[in-house]
Every structure is written in structure tokens, then in C-alpha cells.
């Protein structure tokens, strides 16, 4: 997985299994944020992410064209803060990932999933608040 540091902006690659420690840059050496979701850009790093992850991790399906996705991107946003530490948020745009998008069933986006130990454990569909999302994913 990809974090960029906050400071010098160089991309850091941090392994799925350590997403739950802090990590530093390997440039500045400065924390790097665990509070951002992580982008996911293929369907190897979702496996990866949601199979090895030592934290349950909530993954928003969404689309760049997608106007409900677009309303929700700032809730995903704030729900990856306020579960830093105890979740990890992560981001698949489905036009260019499909085949995850196809093997879980997105059929109206955008859709967020709670994996649990490389399982789909919750799911919910459409724009709502973070609170609303939280609560329906049980987190």
C-alpha cells in the first residue's frame, strides 16, 4: 500500500500487514498519516489489502462520474479519520478495477463494504452521511 507523506510528498510503500502501525517516510522521516483512505489501483493490492490487513478495512466502490459518489468522497473522508487506528479506509474506482467490481456484485455505486478477515462482513449502498454509514456498517 501507497501513503504519501504530508511533508515532502514522497510516496511510501507500506506493506498490508503493518497498516496498523505508525509508519514514517523513508525521505524525512516525518509520521505518515494513517488517516487518509488508501487508493486502491488494482485488483492485486485490493487482495492484498483486505486479505492481509491486520485491521478490519471499509472499502468505498465508487466512479469519477458518478455524482453521488462524487457527494460522498468528503464522508469517506471523515470516516477514515475517525477510524484511523481501528479501521482501514480504502478507495476502488470501479472503472478501472471492474473485475473486483463484478466478483462482489457492485451493481449501484457508490457501495461501501466492511471485510473482516478477507470477508465481506457488512454492505451498504448510497450517499448518506458518515454517522449514517458508520452506523450501518456497525462501526
Excluded at 507523506?5 to 525521505?27: F, H, Q, T, V
Aim: charged letters at 25%.
Amino acid at each position: 500500500m501507497i501513503r504519501r507523506c504530508a511533508k515532502c510528498g514522497a510516496e511510501n510503500r507500506i506493506p498490508s500487514e503493518k497498516l496498523d502501525k505508525r509508519a514514517r517516510c523513508g525521505r524525512c522521516k516525518e509520521a505518515l498519516p494513517d488517516s487518509e483512505p488508501i487508493a486502491l489501483a488494482d485488483e492485486a493490492g485490493f487482495t492484498e489489502l483486505i486479505g492481509r490487513s491486520p485491521l478490519p478495512v471499509i472499502v468505498d466502490f465508487w466512479a469519477p462520474w458518478c455524482g453521488p459518489c462524487r457527494m460522498v468522497a468528503p464522508e469517506i473522508e471523515k470516516l477514515a479519520r475517525a477510524k484511523a487506528g481501528h479501521y482501514i479506509v480504502a478507495k476502488l474506482n470501479t472503472d478501472e478495477v471492474p473485475a473486483v467490481a463484478s466478483k462482489y456484485q457492485i451493481q449501484s455505486i457508490p457501495t461501501v463494504m466492511l471485510f473482516r478477515n478477507g470477508q465481506v462482513d457488512k454492505r451498504v449502498a448510497g450517499a448518506m452521511p458518515m454517522s449514517a454509514m458508520a452506523n450501518a456498517l456497525g462501526v
